[in-house]
């Protein structure tokens, strides 16, 4: 199918068999439709480059901070439930004291980025995860808890409610959370009442230690050309900030629950899906509840080393598209065509963008 209701898909095979600047094809998966209908799939590249097996639709990927999706669901229930509530003190929920988090940040900081409390890398500032999980082996991080140590005492950037910083030490502060209300461990509660509710049958958070079938193998090319498995670069196990592994048509799954109000009320799913804070410093972006929102819709991408992706609602072709590929810098030449696309078909001024 080439073209739907103004919506040209005829680049995309084109696309795909190209190498971009860095002269590396594209690897991995893309997913579009509208309305539940598919406009376009495909699978490239190989999901193990050591034993050569391709990419496929069905594959699971390593979603890096989509799965920030998932925690915000997660809370949101449970505020739905009585058991947490978004203005009260994260300290009422989380076992703080001695920390340098404020007993002024809430759960509506954490998730909408407002909180201002240190991130795990400060990578703004030149820090990467990579060498965080080489001080501290990242094989013994195993659960929100124990990220704790790599932030809590660490001075905060502002205080709560002043700023927006991205940080993914919030979101590990708010599955505590989750684990607290729902008396789950945050893994079991977000597998049971937010990815099988959501129909997302192919999903979880895989344990890499083990053979686990159809997971995409994240790599990465290194100086001297030789490609590095992401082994090293972040614990073996998704937590509430990032690492969970879906399937392209999962996250379909997910935002088709999300919107059919199957995950949360109404009052809460349209929180979900509005911005909560109002982009900042003269910038284009506003965030929500996890999702962030701009001129051309809503989305969120995710990226750490061997994996990126995103989930982006084009309104212009009120369109779904998928992208995750197992490597860090695969989705965003492939995005970035979706979005000039995208301005062009709305029209817009070269010399806005």
């Known amino acids: 199918m080439s073209s739907v209701d103004g919506m040209d898909t005829a680049w995309l095979d084109t696309f795909l068999a190209l190498p971009g600047e860095d002269g590396e094809v594209f690897c991995g998966v893309i997913d579009v439709r509208r309305d539940g209908e598919v406009l376009f799939q495909s699978a490239c590249g190989l999901a193990s480059p050591r034993w050569g097996v391709p ?41 703080l004291t001695d920390t ?28 990467n995860y990579a060498e965080v999980f080489r001080v501290v082996p990242c094989h013994t991080i195993m659960t929100p808890t124990d990220f704790l140590p790599l932030f809590a005492s660490k001075s905060p950037h502002f205080a709560p409610g002043s700023g927006s910083r991205y940080c ?22 977000v597998e049971l009442e ?17 053979a686990i079938p159809d997971l995409a193998e994240g790599f990465d090319p290194t100086d001297d050309g030789r490609l590095e498995q992401n082994l090293y670069a972040y614990p073996p196990q998704g937590a509430p900030d990032g690492g969970a592994f879906c399937t392209a048509g999962d996250l379909h799954a ?14 809460l799913t349209d929180d979900f899906l509005t911005p909560q804070v109002a982009a900042t410093d003269g910038g284009r972006v506003s965030r929500g509840f996890g999702l962030e929102f701009n001129d051309l819709g809503y989305y969120k991408d995710g990226e750490s080393e061997g994996a990126s992706g995103i989930f982006s609602h084009l309104s ?31 029209g817009d001024d070269i010399r806005s963008r």
């Open 100 to 127: 340098a988090i404020d007993r002024s940040v809430t759960l509506r900081h954490l998730l909408t980025h407002t909180s201002g409390i240190a991130d795990i890398a400060e990578e703004d500032e030149g820090e």
């Open 254 to 267: 997910f935002f088709a629950a999300l919107r059919e109000r199957r995950l949360l009320p109404a009052n």
């Open 316 to 346: 212009v072709w009120n369109a779904d598209i998928v992208i995750l590929s197992n490597t860090m810098d695969g989705t965003w030449p492939l995005l970035g065509e979706f979005v000039r696309r995208a301005r062009d078909a709305r």
């Open 168 to 189: 993914n030490a919030g979101y590990i502060v708010a599955g505590m959370a989750v684990e607290t209300a729902s008396g789950h461990s945050f893994r079991e509660y």
């Open 194 to 210: 937010v990815l099988a509710r959501a129909g997302m049958t192919r999903s979880g958070y895989f344990d890499k230690r083990f």
């Open 55 to 95: 990419n496929t639709l069905d594959l699971r990927f390593d979603v890096a901070s989509i799965s920030k999706l998932f925690t915000s669901v997660a809370v949101l229930q449970l505020v739905a439930a009585g058991r947490l509530d978004l203005d009260a003190s994260i300290h009422e929920y989380v076992a």
